[in-house]
């Protein structure tokens, strides 16, 4: 069935007031539109842990830099609502970004630590965009649960973080990074790539990859792992954005993974102008 769609909070807060009398359990599923199956996977997910699945399809103007890609971020609402009608979403929240930021609005979060270093250190001001909206989500739908993707690690752990500080009595659940066949991470990102970048954006999940392999084999020191995901990189022609080891709750940096420690990579390179990211968790 086509899901309900939500232009206004007005709307939105009724919704979620029928749905909170009727004592149903919530999940919801922030997001900024472009579905691909990642997103499928966290409402299906939703679906077999609550009672009703409702999503967000919201381009958040807060977490794009100056410089960024705003105006050119992919965006096909109607093939959207048809994949949400078939992973059995209820209601989208589909606003324009003045009834999330209606004139004089002043009000933001900060997540201190765990924004800071890797994509926080590099696109300033993004995770405090990201903490803001997901936030008003939250506080919007108070869903018992609410999922988004491993792919976006870092933003994962500032989610936890606010939700943690604000005592939001959610449920964070993070779901495993959806790959294509070939090992590349779906993003919607990938639809700005030529059919040659596709091919060369493959060096991220391979570097990665490699990585593992020589942890496996008992390489375990952080510059010999680094260099396994910087060789694919530099085969491929990338420019590499940043590659790190670190702890998988704080995001500090680690010199090695110690033995039965799981630590996490994370890799982002420009693929042309396309800025791409993944991570894989790594030792244990
Ligand atoms: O991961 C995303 O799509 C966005 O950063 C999110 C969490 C929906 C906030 O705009």
Redesign the pocket.
């Known amino acids: 069935m086509a899901p309900l769609v939500l232009r206004t909070v007005a709307e939105t807060a009724a919704w979620v007031d029928s749905l909170r009398r009727s004592g149903r359990r919530l999940a919801l599923v ?4 472009f579905l691909h199956e990642g ?1 499928v996977s966290l409402m299906r997910e939703g679906r077999r842990r609550a009672d009703v699945v409702a999503a ?1 399809i ?3 103007p807060t ?1 794009f830099g100056p410089k960024e890609d705003l105006s050119r971020y992919p965006r096909d609402l109607e093939g959207d609502l048809a994949k949400c009608a078939s992973a059995g979403v209820e209601a989208v929240f589909a606003p324009v970004p003045a009834e999330v930021y209606p004139p004089g609005y002043q009000t933001y979060v900060d997540v201190e630590q765990v924004s800071q270093g890797l994509c926080g250190a590099r696109r300033p001001g993004h995770f405090r ?2 903490a803001t ?2 936030t008003k ?1 939250l506080c919007l739908f108070k869903p018992q649960l609410a999922l ?2 491993e792919k ?1 690690y870092q ?1 994962l752990q500032v ?1 936890r973080a606010l939700e943690r500080d604000l005592n939001l009595g959610v449920e964070i659940i993070g779901m495993p990074t959806v790959r294509e066949a070939d090992g590349l991470a779906m993003s ?1 990102r990938n639809a700005y790539l030529s059919p040659e970048d596709r091919q060369r954006a493959l060096a991220l999940s391979r570097g990665l990859a490699a990585a593992q392999a020589l942890c496996r084999s008992g390489t375990r020191e952080t510059p010999a792992l680094v260099a396994a995901v910087r060789r694919e990189l530099e085969a491929a022609g990338l420019r590499e954005d940043y590659v790190e080891l670190v702890d998988a709750t704080s995001l500090t940096p680690l010199p090695a993974v110690s033995p039965g420690q799981t630590a996490r990579l994370l890799v982002a390179a420009f693929v042309g102008s396309t800025r791409l990211i993944d991570n894989q968790p790594i030792g244990g």
């Open positions: 922030p997001t900024m539109g997103h967000s919201f381009v958040n977490q965009g990201v909206v997901v989500l988004f993707g976006d933003q989610i919607s």
